[in-house]
């Protein structure tokens, strides 16, 4: 079936730093989302990516769908503690197929 | 609250026990869709609906799980004769009304089921 490649797996990172993360798949999606979940709570929808090629802000993240549809990437821009969770990318055809997920964690 | 709403927030269970979860999407949403989060993985789809119809139930592991949805808005999921490897994050999510798999899902805060 449809897998999606996410890295790196963890991230360590000092706060303040800037992040950066992609996804890849063997196949074509026609939508990428990129979620982030906290512990015990439910994923969260970050940003969505409708179009190849497509780069999309929220806030001090930004994503792009990339031209192969094929994958995406997400950046994250002067990070603050609040930012510690887990990222999901989400690759959408007839169902959805999440990533197995960045950690990241930031230093004290 | 005005999000997708799922209970019980955890549940525990003994091996060879049917359990039912609950998922109240949010009020309007016309698609529905159950998870299964394995600890340290993304979540796995299992089962879609449209309003009350069941259009894919693809990700189901096994016939012992169960889902219905029978007046297009409240969903329970159903495990029965649950097994170790049952045990795990089940996600609800939501969502708008349009008719489309890549509308953005809301997410509820899931299940966690643990099976002794």
């Known amino acids: 079936g449809q897998q999606l490649n996410q890295s790196p797996q963890s991230m360590f990172i000092q706060e303040g730093e800037d992040v950066s993360m992609n996804c890849t798949s063997s196949?074509?999606?026609?939508?990428w989302l990129w979620y982030k979940q906290d512990p015990g709570e439910g994923p969260v929808l970050l940003i969505a990516l409708y179009k190849a090629g497509e780069l999309t802000s929220n806030g001090r993240l930004t994503a792009q769908f990339g031209i192969t549809r094929k994958d995406s990437f997400l950046n994250i821009s002067a990070s603050i503690p609040s930012d510690v969770g887990i990222y999901f990318c989400?690759?959408?055809?007839?169902?959805?197929?999440f990533g197995k997920g960045t950690r990241l964690h930031i230093l004290p | 609250g005005a999000g997708v709403s799922q209970s019980p927030r955890y549940k525990v269970a003994k091996r060879g026990q049917d359990v039912a979860l609950r998922c109240d999407p949010i009020s309007g949403h016309v698609s529905l869709f159950w998870y299964q989060q394995a600890l340290g993985q993304g979540p796995e789809f299992l089962t879609y609906?449209?309003?009350?119809?069941?259009?894919?139930k693809s990700g189901l592991p096994s016939d012992r799980f169960f889902a219905e949805r029978p007046e297009g808005s409240v969903s329970t999921l159903k495990i029965q004769r649950t097994q170790q490897e049952d045990s795990a994050v089940y996600l609800c999510?939501?969502?708008?009304?349009?008719?489309?798999?890549?509308?953005?899902?809301?997410f509820g805060d899931g299940t966690r089921l643990s099976i002794l």
């Open positions: 196949s074509i999606f026609n939508t």
């Open positions: 989400a690759g959408v055809d007839d169902k959805i197929i």
């Open positions: 999510a939501s969502s708008p009304p349009r008719l489309a798999a890549d509308q953005p899902q809301h």
């Open positions: 609906f449209q309003n009350e119809a069941q259009l894919d």
